[in-house]
């Protein structure tokens, strides 16, 4: 059974981590969404909301084979509880190209059995991130363009109420 991970902070999960969802769900018998808990960045949107707002794209995009966890610690142990060969990851620019070569080097000499698989970002979301939307929906601003369609009253409020 080919089991992946998308591991990612999901702060909030925008249409650029969607689109990746749906490049890698095809190619794997399950993925598991895994939200990283103890982030070193201080998280917006709790664990319990972040997994909800990812339960809701992942059923109204009927992906069958997509489960969502949370984890701390190493990514490696989690791969390895779980039983999973694959990590999946986004890349947009250069800059994360260059961040996830070093993240890649560390999980590859912790674990060889276990292979990072990049799937390039869609060009339209390729300048989108979680932080982007943050600081937009606080402003006040549509992020409509940005977020999962059913997700975005949600978190449109969530951020205006953070920014009163
Ligand atoms: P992390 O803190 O682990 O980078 P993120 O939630 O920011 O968590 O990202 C999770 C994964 O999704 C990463 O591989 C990231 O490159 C990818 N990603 C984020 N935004 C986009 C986007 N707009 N298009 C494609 N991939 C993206």
């Known amino acids: 059974m080919k089991i992946a991970v998308y591991p ?11 689109d990746i969802l749906e490049q890698a769900a095809p190619l794997y018998d399950e993925i598991c ?4 808990k103890n982030s070193a960045k201080r998280s917006f949107f709790k664990i319990e909301e972040k997994a909800e707002i990812i339960r809701c794209c992942v059923e109204a995009k009927g992906l069958r084979n997509v489960t969502i966890s949370s984890f701390d610690g190493l990514l490696i142990d989690f791969c390895q509880k779980l039983g ?3 990590i999946i990851r986004g890349l947009r620019t250069i800059t994360d190209f260059e961040y996830e070569q070093q993240i890649h080097s560390v999980n590859w000499n912790l674990d060889r059995q276990v292979h ?10 390729s300048f989108l991130s979680s932080s982007i ?5 606080s402003l006040g601003a549509d992020i409509t363009p940005y ?18």
């Open 147 to 164: 977020v999962p369609a059913g997700t975005v009253d949600y978190l449109q409020r969530r951020l205006m109420e953070n920014a009163q």
């Open 33 to 36: 969404v895994a939200i990283l």
């Open 116 to 125: 990072t698989v990049y799937f390039m970002s869609n060009p339209e979301y």
């Open 8 to 18: 990612g902070s999901f702060d909030p999960f925008t249409l650029g981590h969607l």
């Open 133 to 137: 939307v943050r600081e937009l929906g």
């Open 84 to 86: 999973a060969g694959y």
